[in-house]
């Protein structure tokens, strides 16, 4: 008796072409944006890339639903419409090069001045010389010490900075940091630190983590980087910094979020704005469609799936 194909939603066909070699597999492209008609067969579901969609709207009828895999890094808004007895995957490790590399151009691009010289080019207006500010002999404090915060280090590393890294809890270092240190210790390391760059989730733990007070521990010129979220940072209190001159900021995500045209944040001075494009590159693709592989292979083996952040973990099978 042949068993039933492992039946797979993929959000286009590229995902479905990368898995048409595998046995017993059976991949339907799916946009979600309307119920498939063999939605009850689907053990997989992959979201489609920056989605809008919500779970409540796409599992009702998915009957045989296992495993949700995005494609992104940020699981929180996923996570209460979940159906019982489903596992929820994210991305982690696809989009680490793409959000490292920003996380690295927004800071060189405020500390080297960059959006100044690009102003004066529009006025074709050529600066005097003087000294300017420079990365290297930076300390560097990256915020958050996951796959991404690791992927941000190894690329500051080659700059001549002082990385000091911050996790959830103190843990032994690596081959980038002598320690990592943790979360409770921020407030005492801020002071020592030029560049903050902040990659942690959003949780109730890290909402608002950067309020008036903590910003305020922040070294006069220091440079805040945000390529978390947005709600990790408290956006008044980062606009009256830096409204001031106190302090600088380069974000790519901002509460609100998009950031209406009229928000303060746009004009402030010393903030750089990009529109939460960190991971969003051409290479987050092959590895997104290599992930989604991997997951089928593990379902088929019974070796469980990688990355499961929300509902039951799957566990091998004996």
Sequence with gaps: MTADPLVVSVPDPEYAEALADLQGVDPLVWDMESPHP???EIRLAVLPYMTKLRLADVTPGLDALEVVQLQS??????????????TLCNAAGVHDGSTAELA????????????????SQARSTWE????????????????????????IARRFAPFEVTLTAVASRAR????LVPHVHGIDELPELLPEHDVVVVIVPLSDATRGLFDAQMLGRMPDGALL???????????????????????????????PEPLPT?????????????PHVGGATEAMRPRAIALVRRQVQNLLSGAGVDNAVAGPLSAPQT
């Design 38 to 40: 063999r939605g009850d």
């Design 73 to 86: 890094a940020g699981f929180e808004h996923f996570v209460d419409d979940l159906p019982a007895g489903v």
């Design 104 to 119: 690295l151009t927004l800071t060189l691009a405020s500390i080297r001045e960059i959006p100044g010289f690009v102003a």
């Design 128 to 151: 005097p010389l003087r000294l300017r500010s420079a990365l290297a002999d930076r300390r560097v404090l990256v915020v958050g010490y996951g796959q991404i915060g690791r992927a």
């Design 172 to 175: 032994v270092g690596d081959d």
């Design 225 to 255: 980087v945000n390529v978390a979220r947005g709600a990790v940072v408290d956006t008044d209190a980062l606009v009256a910094e830096c409204a001031s001159g106190r302090l600088l900021a380069a974000v790519d995500v901002t509460d």
């Design 262 to 274: 009229d928000h303060p944040l746009w004009t402030t001075p010393g903030v750089l704005v990009t």
